[in-house]
């Protein structure tokens, strides 16, 4: 137990954030100027592929194996252990200087958008697709956005902070995130026991929000945690899952401005759909390499 007595008035200690002590501080604004590079399409992405920032990577993924040419985009990487987010660009768009930000330059002016569930919703509306027309359905979908959008914090600030990310380990945060984080698994594997996705038969951008959060942690791919909360046992949520990660298009958004992790998942910045193909063959090549270096040290 601590014997930590709050002081009558707070002040901040720059040393007491953990592993993200550099990056977190109580006021807002850019620290320094730096201008946003930009591509030649009209979506402009900047972002990491964080569980918000692979939301909107899947989703422009899926807008163009849909045909909707409109939703070419330019990804460029954030480096938020950096303090990219605190560049005064970066700030123009998203004054809460959190990823994802996007802009939007075939509007006039141009369009900027922030806030994950925001930009889904965005382009859903721009594209009409992935958001059901139907009343009850469309409700539905907003809902379970909003759900994710008002859930995440205790899984990712809570849990994710406190198990894997704190500079100690405290048993009371760990229980009660631990415990809400499994109540809110139980909640989206009971709705997914009777439900194919998350609004019905149709896969929507309700999907698209929960399945980078949820979908990794039942898949054992944020917080190293699965085995601690016993993912395995939500079997709804696994089915689930693995349907979305099936899709072409999210694997590919899952890999776009990821700069963590496995060398062959990582597409730092993303300019083309060609630049899959690029980061393919560089995969081909290196496993050759590394089997022409194995045969000759045999």
Avoid at 245 to 258: E, I, T
């Amino acid at each position: 137990m601590s014997d930590y007595t709050p002081p009558k008035v707070w002040t901040w200690d720059s040393e007491s954030g953990g592993k993200f002590a550099n990056i977190n501080r109580p006021i807002a604004g850019a620290t320094h100027d730096k201008e946003l590079p930009v591509g030649a399409h009209p979506l402009q992405l900047y972002s990491l592929a964080t569980p918000n920032g692979v939301k909107v990577t899947v989703m422009l993924e899926e807008l163009l194996a849909l045909g909707h040419a409109g939703a070419e985009y330019d990804a460029w990487l954030i480096d938020i252990g950096a303090g990219d987010q605190f560049g005064s660009g970066f700030v123009a768009i998203n004054p809460n200087s959190k990823i994802p930000a996007l802009m939007d330059n075939s509007t006039t002016p141009p369009t900027p958008v922030f806030e994950s569930g925001a930009i889904l919703l965005y382009l859903a509306e721009k594209f009409d697709a992935f958001l059901p027309h139907e009343h009850g359905a469309r409700t539905r979908c907003l809902s379970w956005l909003f759900w994710q959008m008002g859930s995440a914090p205790y899984l990712g600030g809570g849990f994710g902070h406190f198990y894997a990310y704190a500079p100690v380990k405290l048993e009371y945060p760990i229980n009660r995130f631990a415990m809400e984080v499994k109540r809110q698994l139980d909640v989206l594997d009971r709705h997914l026991s009777d439900s194919e996705y998350m609004a019905g038969d149709d896969y929507t951008i309700a999907d698209i929000a929960i399945w980078p959060w949820y979908g990794a942690l039942a898949a054992g791919k944020v917080y190293d945690a699965a085995e601690f909360l016993d993912t395995a046992s939500y079997k709804n949520v696994l089915r689930w899952t693995n349907q979305i990660a099936a899709r072409p298009a999210a694997k590919r958004g899952r890999m776009v401005n990821r700069s963590f992790g496995e060398l062959s998942d990582q597409l730092r910045e993303r300019h083309d759909a060609r630049d899959f193909e690029t980061m393919t063959q560089d995969k081909v090549e290196a496993r050759a390499e590394r089997s022409g270096q194995d045969s000759g040290q045999s």
